[in-house]
């Protein structure tokens, strides 16, 4: 047990350094092939941000848990919502602009009823995880249409701090960044379904609390710095792109690798709280929005607000441990 709880800890650890590394690479890459911040951060921070989730779940689907890696997706999710938005809205409140009030959140509520009505049957098909991976090309191809357009968006992007690297330094972080993020995973997954097993538990319940918590720890950061230098736009961004990726993306890979039968509970308490978490952002974003739609179409996320997602978040928790 203390040998599999160091694996778990020096994994997440290892896998938090390891996509920052992995971010840099790839963002240097791209900024030396000429592309613009704001692309570079819709996709490539975006999708560095969800490595970690993404590594274990492959991770995971190759070593026939893809219990986890279902509860790291899910359990990201909710913490994404009540962890990293309810503690950042409750230091930083927040404004957010119209376009994530018509596009973003929207885009986020029907993929989560989509990826619900696929999962219905109980079962997490080969077909069901190359929808979802199809969805999610289609979303970025859009979002990167739509965003790149954006003067706020553009000017949030141009003042982020991108790493600067040159070409050979770019691809040693690439390479080293993605070689960490495999072994790293492979370290975690191994760590927790061995606690899994010896404390008596299930995979999706390991996945849905400490791989999830561990996981999201960048999205804390990231989300939380953005937001205390006033670049609102990009810390809700932040939430709902790595919430879409991990719907999308962590969601289908045990589909597509192993077609996996679901645990009661997911469909029962798991994916009900996720989607309860979403609908309840997306209830405050709206109220939020039409109380200052004279204002300029800004929607505010205030401290009340904050408090209600942290609130949730416990509430989830609670329910799980009772459940157990």
């Known amino acids: 047990m203390i040998l599999a709880a160091a694996a778990v800890i020096i994994g997440l650890v290892l896998l938090v350094w390891s996509a920052d590394l992995f971010v840099a690479g790839a963002a240097s890459i791209a900024e030396n092939l000429g592309l613009s911040p704001v692309i570079i951060g819709l996709t490539i921070v975006s999708l560095g941000t969800s490595a970690p989730e993404i590594l274990v779940s492959i991770t995971a689907a190759l070593a026939g848990a893809g219990e986890l890696a279902v509860g790291n997706a899910l359990g990201s999710n909710i913490a994404n919502i009540g962890l990293v938005l309810g503690l950042t809205v409750l230091i930083v409140p927040m404004l957010i602009r119209q376009g994530c009030v018509r596009v973003e959140l929207p885009t986020l509520l029907l993929v989560t009823l989509g990826t619900w009505v696929l999962l219905l049957d109980g079962v997490l098909t080969r077909l069901d995880g190359l929808l979802m991976m ?109 919430n879409l990726f991990n719907l999308l993306a962590v969601m289908s890979v045990p589909g597509v690798i192993a077609p996996l039968a679901l645990s009661a509970d997911v469909l029962s308490r798991d994916y009900p709280a996720m989607a309860a978490g979403t609908f309840l952002l997306a209830i405050a974003i709206y109220t939020g929005h039409r109380r200052r739609r004279a204002e300029g179409g800004y929607s505010y996320l205030g401290r009340a607000v904050g408090l209600l997602l942290t609130g949730f978040y416990a509430l989830y928790y609670y329910a799980l441990s009772q459940s157990l």
């Not at 979303?139 to 690297?165: D, F, K, T, W, Y």
């Not at 736009?233 to 792109?241: F, L, M, P, T």
């Open 134 to 242: 199809g969805g999610l090309v289609l979303i970025l191809v859009q979002m990167v249409r739509a965003q790149a357009g954006n003067r706020v968006v553009q000017e949030e992007s141009e003042e982020e701090e991108l790493p600067h690297l040159s070409p050979l330094r770019a691809w040693l972080a690439f390479f080293a960044g993605l070689a960490l993020l495999v072994g790293s995973s492979r370290l975690l997954v191994w760590g927790a379904t061995t606690i899994a097993a010896q404390l008596g538990v299930s995979e999706l319940v390991i996945g849905l609390t400490i791989v999830a918590v561990g996981t999201s720890l960048p999205e804390l950061a990231a989300t939380l710095a953005g937001a205390l230098k006033g670049h609102t736009e990009i810390a809700i961004g932040n939430v709902i792109g790595s």
